[in-house]
């Protein structure tokens, strides 16, 4: 794969959050705010660029047995180190983030980006990796942060955007508003999605455990379309 | 065990590793905390002081009352104590305590109180940091026998938020008491008696 399609995947076709649909626990907390998301976003891509070189780099060094406590281990020293750097010089992000940042050790981003990638590739496809799914993360929250902002509080990076008579609708920064804008974000990315697929005459990237007609809460909705079906089938 | 101790080694020397460099970053990054989190501080003391012209960070007394120390910063201009700044928590908030620090000056008057921190929800309790709640505060004083320290909702003197009247009760039941903590301590904090700075000082 060339060097601009390992970049540009983290955005779309194999974007974290609407695609992978991982690190979810930081995307629904901290993006209350469009300043917040994009602070999580560059704290995570650090950490997973950093990693993602690490390991690619003693990736012959690491047993099998060991890789995942080795891996771990490489990732908690880089969240360490943001940790301690964020809170000397950028304290008041530091603040409002505050303990999702340790919490970057477990996000399934990083190790996941570790496990499927860097284990097995070379040092700087890696980097490049790194860098595209972590700006596609940072993207991604920093949408969801605009919009919760924009509704829930009438603002974007603290600009007020409409007059005093304003009424936010609260609900939008409060924890539901991170379930509902996460959740419309996915199906609009997911019918595009199918839109470009079509135009394209290619199969859509959406995964089949995505697709309500396959999910088992929804099993019988659907009647007997072709796509419950052919979901169900493949499934068995 | 061959295998074991192979295993072993390898995350023994990541771990060593890890550890170099995280004492490194520590220790490079320990000064500029310390110097965060004092900015942090003095710029609350600023915020709720009127303009002086010493450090209250290195000018400070600690008051017993009630079994607990409190640290009193004062602030002087020439020489002369013109405010004292500490800070108070309530233990009734909405979402837990809120902590704020409350700026009187030498009569008991206050000159600005601003929160430090809260878990009140935003939207509605958050906006006790507003200074549109907080400024009603300023020039009120456990003298002045026409302010009753509730809000309007209990017949008080003080305008509380809409959707909040938790916080907002929280608060200005609080910054009462903090008034009274002033008031009993005067001397220690103003350094007017004798016995109770000598003992803040041992």
Same mark, same amino acid.
């Given at each position: 794969?060339?060097?601009?399609?390992?970049f540009?995947?983290?955005f779309? @076709?194999?974007?974290?959050i609407?695609?992978l649909?991982?690190?979810?626990?930081p995307?629904?907390a901290?993006?209350?705010?469009?300043?917040?998301?994009?602070?999580?976003g560059l704290?995570?891509?650090?950490?997973?660029v950093c990693s993602?070189?690490?390991?690619a780099?003693?990736?012959? /060094?690491?047993p099998?047995? =060991?890789?995942?406590?080795?891996?771990?281990?490489?990732?908690a020293?880089?969240?360490?180190? =943001?940790? $301690?750097?964020?809170n000397? !010089? /950028?304290?008041?992000l530091? &603040?409002?983030?505050?303990? /999702?940042?340790?919490?970057?050790?477990?996000?399934?981003?990083?190790?996941?980006?570790?496990?499927a990638f860097?284990?097995?590739?070379g040092? !700087?496809?890696?980097?490049?990796?790194?860098l595209?799914?972590g700006?596609g993360f940072?993207?991604?929250l920093?949408?969801?942060?605009a919009?919760r902002e924009?509704?829930?509080?009438?603002?974007?990076?603290?600009i007020?955007l409409f007059?005093?008579?304003?009424?936010?609708l609260l609900?939008?920064i409060l924890?539901?508003?991170a /379930?509902?804008v996460?959740? =419309?974000?996915?199906?609009?990315?997911? &019918?595009?999605e199918?839109?470009?697929?079509?135009?394209?005459?290619?199969q859509p990237l959406?995964?089949?455990?995505?697709d309500?007609?396959?999910?088992a809460i929804?099993?019988g909705?659907?009647? $007997?379309?072709?796509?419950? @079906?052919?979901?169900a089938?493949?499934?068995? | 065990?061959? #295998?074991?101790?192979?295993?072993?080694?390898v995350?023994?020397?990541i771990?060593a590793?890890s550890?170099?460099?995280?004492?490194?970053?520590?220790?490079?990054?320990?000064?500029?905390?310390?110097?965060?989190?004092?900015?942090?501080?003095?710029?609350?003391?600023?915020?709720?002081l009127?303009?002086?012209?010493?450090?209250?960070?290195?000018?400070?007394?600690?008051v017993?009352?009630?079994?607990?120390?409190?640290? +009193?910063y004062?602030?002087?201009?020439?020489g002369?104590?013109i405010?004292?700044?500490?800070?108070?928590?309530?233990?009734?908030?909405y979402?837990g305590?809120?902590e704020?620090? +409350?700026?009187?000056?030498p009569?008991?008057?206050?000159?600005?109180?601003? +929160?430090l %921190?809260?878990?009140?929800?935003p939207?509605?309790g958050?906006?006790?940091e507003?200074?549109?709640?907080?400024?009603?505060? %300023?020039?009120?004083?456990?003298?002045d026998?026409a302010?009753?320290?509730?809000?309007h909702?209990e017949?008080?003197s003080?305008? *509380?938020?809409?959707?909040a009247?938790?916080?907002?009760r929280? +608060?200005? *039941?609080?910054?009462?008491r903090?008034?009274?903590?002033?008031? #009993?301590n005067r001397?220690?904090?103003?350094?007017?008696?004798?016995?109770k #700075?000598?003992?803040?000082?041992?």
């Amino acid at each position: 794969m060339s060097t601009g399609k390992e970049f540009l995947k983290g955005f779309w @076709s194999e974007n974290p959050i609407f695609r992978l649909v991982l690190g979810l626990c930081p995307t629904l907390a901290v993006t209350t705010t469009a300043e917040n998301g994009i602070g999580m976003g560059l704290a995570s891509t650090f950490v997973l660029v950093c990693s993602n070189l690490v390991i690619a780099t003693i990736r012959n /060094f690491i047993p099998k047995k =060991v890789r995942i406590p080795a891996f771990i281990i490489t990732i908690a020293t880089f969240v360490t180190i =943001v940790d $301690l750097v964020m809170n000397g !010089y /950028f304290h008041a992000l530091h &603040k409002s983030l505050g303990l /999702f940042i340790p919490l970057i050790v477990v996000n399934c981003i990083i190790l996941g980006r570790a496990e499927a990638f860097a284990s097995k590739n070379g040092i !700087y496809i890696s980097i490049v990796d790194g860098l595209g799914m972590g700006f596609g993360f940072t993207v991604s929250l920093f949408v969801i942060g605009a919009i919760r902002e924009v509704i829930g509080n009438g603002t974007i990076f603290d600009i007020p955007l409409f007059g005093s008579s304003f009424l936010p609708l609260l609900l939008m920064i409060l924890p539901p508003g991170a /379930f509902i804008v996460l959740g =419309v974000l996915l199906g609009l990315m997911n &019918k595009a999605e199918i839109r470009l697929a079509k135009r394209a005459g290619r199969q859509p990237l959406i995964r089949k455990e995505h697709d309500c007609a396959s999910c088992a809460i929804h099993q019988g909705w659907f009647g $007997l379309g072709s796509g419950a @079906s052919v979901a169900a089938k493949e499934q068995d | 065990m061959k #295998e074991i101790s192979r295993l072993c080694f390898v995350l023994t020397i990541i771990a060593a590793v890890s550890a170099g460099v995280l004492a490194f970053v520590s220790q490079e990054t320990e000064e500029p905390i310390k110097q965060a989190l004092l900015d942090e501080k003095l710029s609350a003391v600023k915020s709720v002081l009127p303009p002086f012209d010493n450090d209250p960070d290195k000018d400070t007394v600690i008051v017993r009352s009630g079994g607990l120390d409190y640290t +009193v910063y004062r602030g002087r201009k020439e020489g002369e104590i013109i405010g004292a700044a500490f800070s108070v928590v309530a233990p009734n908030g909405y979402g837990g305590e809120i902590e704020f620090l +409350v700026g009187v000056d030498p009569d008991g008057v206050i000159t600005g109180i601003v +929160v430090l %921190k809260h878990l009140e929800t935003p939207g509605l309790g958050a906006k006790i940091e507003d200074a549109a709640f907080l400024d009603q505060f %300023k020039g009120t004083s456990l003298a002045d026998t026409a302010v009753v320290w509730d809000t309007h909702k209990e017949g008080g003197s003080f305008k *509380h938020i809409t959707g909040a009247t938790i916080s907002s009760r929280a +608060v200005t *039941h609080t910054t009462a008491r903090g008034l009274e903590f002033f008031a #009993e301590n005067r001397d220690a904090i103003l350094d007017l008696g004798g016995d109770k #700075e000598e003992e803040s000082k041992e």
